[in-house]
C-alpha cells in the first residue's frame, strides 16, 4: 500500500551553507509523486553583514525503479528563489529568479515503519534572473538530504 502523504525535514542547499527546508511529497499513482520544498536562512559574513533568503521548489517525480517512498525517481524541478536582504544575494542556490532543471533521487524505507530518508541532486538552468542575482552561472548545482515520516 503506498502512502498518502510524505513529510520531510531536510537540508536545502539554498545557499552554502546548507538551509533547513520542508518538504511535502504527494502520491499521483503508484509511480508519480508531485513533491514541493519550501526553505528560507540567513548566511552570515564576519563583518560583512548578512543576506536573507527564500526558495520554493516544484517538482513532478517519476520512480523509475521501486515505488513513491521507496525507489530511484527522476524529477524535473521548478524553483523560485528571492534575495530578500543582504550583501550576498548573487550567492544564492537556486538562483534567484526563476530556473528549472532535471533531478535524479532516491528515497527508502530503511526500517518498518513510516521513516522515509531521501536524497536528490541535480542542475538548475535559469529562466528568469532576479534583479538581485548579479551575473549568476547559466547552470547551477542543487540537492537535498532530507529525514521524514510517510502517512497511510
Do not use: K
Amino acid at each position: 500500500m503506498d502512502p498518502v502523504a510524505i513529510l520531510s525535514v531536510g537540508l536545502l542547499e539554498l545557499f552554502p551553507p546548507t538551509t533547513v527546508a520542508v518538504t511535502a511529497e504527494l502520491p499521483v499513482s503508484h509511480r508519480v509523486a508531485i513533491a514541493a520544498t519550501t526553505g528560507a536562512g540567513i548566511r552570515s559574513l564576519s563583518g560583512g553583514g548578512s543576506t536573507l533568503a527564500w526558495s520554493g521548489v516544484v517538482m513532478p517525480r517519476w520512480y523509475v525503479l521501486g515505488h513513491v517512498a521507496e525507489g530511484l525517481h527522476v524529477d524535473v524541478a521548478v524553483a523560485y528563489a528571492r534575495g530578500v536582504d543582504g550583501p550576498l544575494q548573487s550567492d544564492l542556490e537556486p538562483p534567484a529568479g526563476l530556473s528549472l532543471g532535471p533531478v535524479v533521487g532516491y528515497e527508502t524505507r530503511p526500517f518498518p515503519g513510516p521513516l522515509v530518508l531521501g536524497i536528490a541532486v541535480g542542475f538548475l538552468h535559469d529562466v528568469w534572473i532576479a534583479p538581485e542575482a548579479g551575473g549568476v552561472p547559466w547552470v547551477q548545482p542543487w540537492g537535498d538530504v532530507t529525514a521524514g515520516l510517510a502517512f497511510w
